[in-house]
C-alpha cells in the first residue's frame, strides 16, 4: 500500500496563497487517483477536489472552484494543491488520499495545517 505525506501548511492572510505537496511512497504512484479533503474545528471531513491517475481529469468542490488547483508530477510521486484567494473559511487540516485507478480511497495522509 502506498504512504502519503503532506507538507507545505501554514499561516497565511486572506488573499494570499499556498501550496500543499502529497508525497507518496511505497508503491509506484503514477496509477493512483488522489484526492484533497479537509477538516475544520468541530466540523465533519469534506472534500476539496481530486485528480485522475492519468491526470487529465479533475474535479473540485464548488467553495473552490476556480481558486484551488490539482496537479501531480509522477517523476517525483507528488501531487500538489495550489491554493489562491484564500479565506478564513479555508482555515482547516488538509489530507490527501489516494486509491489505485477509480478505485475509493484507501491510503489516507496525517494531514497539514492551513490557517488564514
Known amino acids: 500500500q502506498v504512504q502519503l505525506v503532506e507538507s507545505g501548511g501554514g499561516l497565511v ?11 507518496a511512497s ?7 487517483g488522489v484526492g484533497w479533503f ?3 474545528p ?6 476539496v477536489g481530486r485528480i485522475s491517475w492519468s491526470g ?3 474535479s473540485y468542490d464548488d467553495s473552490v472552484k476556480g481558486r484551488f488547483t490539482i496537479l501531480r508530477d509522477d517523476a517525483e510521486n ?8 484564500l479565506k478564513p473559511e479555508d482555515t482547516a ?11 475509493p480511497f484507501n491510503a489516507w495522509g496525517q494531514g497539514t495545517q492551513v490557517a488564514t
Not at 26 to 32: C, M
Not at 78 to 85: P, R, W
Not at 93 to 103: E, I, R, T
Open 13 to 23: 492572510q486572506a488573499g494570499g496563497s499556498l501550496r500543499l505537496s502529497c508525497a
Open 26 to 32: 511505497g508503491r509506484p504512484f503514477s496509477s493512483y
Open 38 to 40: 479537509r477538516q475544520a
Open 42 to 47: 468541530g466540523k465533519q471531513r469534506e472534500f
Open 56 to 58: 487529465d481529469d479533475t
Open 78 to 85: 507528488t501531487v500538489y494543491l495550489h491554493m489562491t484567494k
Open 93 to 103: 487540516v488538509y489530507l490527501c488520499a489516494a486509491g489505485q485507478g477509480y478505485s
